[in-house]
């Protein structure tokens, strides 16, 4: 029917006409739902471009949060490194009264928080005019640690001056405005990148320095001022301590040691001459008549030359020998690793020293000199203990106040079977009797 060309006829077949309009339906539905397949998907991408470009800034912002969760929780790492260190330090701090124990342990502290490739702690010097290292870590070998740093000099000296805490950004601001010699040509083994004074009652007791840091805490520059007022409030106990100490242990008139510090020096001396083995010798002596000066020219007077006798016994002695007054009138020298003729040697020095010396109005004294009378006793000939050594000391005084006064008796055991005879004794010095 359909062969050569096309049957027209076949046409009005009603079957075929039927089949014709089938095979169109079906062509045109699955058209209709091929197109509106094409269609949806161009709107999905649509949606999902956009939708893309919402997330975008949604995902910068979860990135911009974790990083600031990762930064407060290294905030939170080192604040809380820093307060839990903060107690131990305070405690340490507080326990020591010695001021060179105290650098190190803010060195150590400045360590744990900063990480930092160099620490230097100074101390203001005892003219209060610069600064000297005292503690530090990282600085090289060769630098001379005992170079004095004047008050103004370089970074260090700025902040010590002005008392001002500094960080980097603090000093590359201040030298702009201010003419200030920051990186001063005889520092240049400094790295000081934070810098904080201890100070007390507005005087600087000394600085803390960090550079080259690792770890960066936040209120780095807080941080680092508040383990410098530490260093201070230790500084400033540690002062007072001392003076403390000075006063209790010193004698008001003369200035010299009181009799306690000296029995305990003497107990020390005892201990480390036994177990090395050592001599020392103890010198007592007391003013001749002192009575009579005080009467004659009033109790004044006999304070000044109690306090001029304590100078000259000053300077007559070693820095390492320990003058005290005794008693009223009586002094006592402790004299370490000097032998029994060397104590004879200086206890006759100050003797004559003391006779030499015009004390107003000492002509009136009997004899016309003010004078004194002394005894020496050795460890370990004399005696073994502080008392034993004292009591031969007093003894040979008192042998040389009945020999005749200004005079020193060398104890010497024999005399205890005397006949009483000053000869007897061992007598350096001038004899008036
Ligand atoms: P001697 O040669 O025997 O030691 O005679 P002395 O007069 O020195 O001895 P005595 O013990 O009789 O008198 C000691 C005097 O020292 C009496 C006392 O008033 C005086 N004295 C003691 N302490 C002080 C003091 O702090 N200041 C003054 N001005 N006098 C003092
Ligand atoms: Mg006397
Ligand atoms: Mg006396």
């Known amino acids: 029917m359909f062969g050569g060309g096309l049957d027209i006829s076949a046409l009005a077949d009603p079957s075929v006409l039927l089949l014709i309009g089938l095979l169109l339906l079906v062509s045109a539905g699955l058209a209709f739902l091929l197109g509106r397949r094409l269609g949806m998907g161009a709107g999905r991408r649509e949606a999902a471009k956009k939708m893309a470009a919402q997330v975008e800034p949604i995902e910068e912002d ?10 407060l929780q290294n905030e939170n790492k080192n604040l809380s490194t ?13 326990n020591t009264h010695e001021k060179r124990k105290i650098a190190p342990l803010l060195r150590r502290m400045l360590e744990q928080i900063f990480d930092p ?3 230097l702690v100074f101390y203001t010097t005892q003219r209060n005019d610069g ?12 630098f001379d640690r005992t170079r004095f740093i004047p008050f103004g000099e370089g970074r260090v000296g700025w902040v010590a001056s002005n008392q001002i805490s500094m960080d980097e950004s603090d ?18 083994h400094f790295k000081i990148e934070l810098a904080a004074a201890m100070t007390h009652n507005e005087s600087t007791l000394g600085l803390i320095s960090v550079g080259g840091m690792l770890r960066h805490p936040k209120n780095e520059k807080t941080m680092l001022k508040m383990v410098a007022d530490l260093g201070s409030i230790a500084l400033n106990n540690a002062l007072l301590f001392h003076k403390m100490q000075q006063l209790a242990n010193s004698d008001g008139l003369t200035q010299l040691y009181a009799k306690r510090y000296f029995m305990t020096s003497l107990a020390e001396i005892l201990m480390r001459a036994e177990k090395g083995h050592e001599e020392f010798a103890i010198f007592i002596f007391d003013i001749d008549h002192f009575k009579h000066y005080n009467d004659n020219n009033g109790h004044p007077a006999g304070d000044e030359a109690l306090r001029t006798t304590g100078r000259i016994l000053r300077d007559s002695v070693r820095e390492d020998d320990i003058v005290a007054r005794y008693g009223g009138e009586e002094f006592i020298v402790l004299l370490p ?4 003729p060397g104590a004879a040697v200086v206890a006759e020095k100050i003797r004559a020293a003391i006779a030499a010396h015009e004390y107003p109005k000492e002509q009136s004294q009997p004899g016309g000199d003010l004078t004194i009378s002394g005894g020496v006793a050795s460890y370990p000939y004399d005696g073994r203990t502080s008392a034993e050594l004292v009591g031969k000391a007093d003894e040979a005084l008192y042998k040389s106040k009945r020999g005749g006064r200004n005079r020193i008796t060398i104890y010497e055991p024999t005399y205890l079977s ?7 004794a061992t007598v350096a010095g001038r004899r008036t009797a």
Do not use: H, Y
Request: aromatic share 8%; hydrophobic share 45%.
């Open 62 to 71: 979860a990135r911009e949060f974790r990083k600031s969760v990762w930064l």
């Open 82 to 94: 820093f307060l839990m260190l903060l107690p131990d330090l305070a405690r340490e701090l507080n």
């Open 117 to 119: 490739e160099q620490v």
């Open 131 to 142: 600064l000297i290292l005292v503690d530090d870590k990282g600085l090289a070998a060769g």
């Open 171 to 188: 000093f590359q601001q201040k030298a702009r405005f201010v003419k200030a010699d920051f990186d001063s040509a005889s520092q240049p």
């Open 337 to 340: 690793n000097t032998s029994k």
């Open 418 to 424: 005397e006949s009483d005879d000053p000869a007897d």
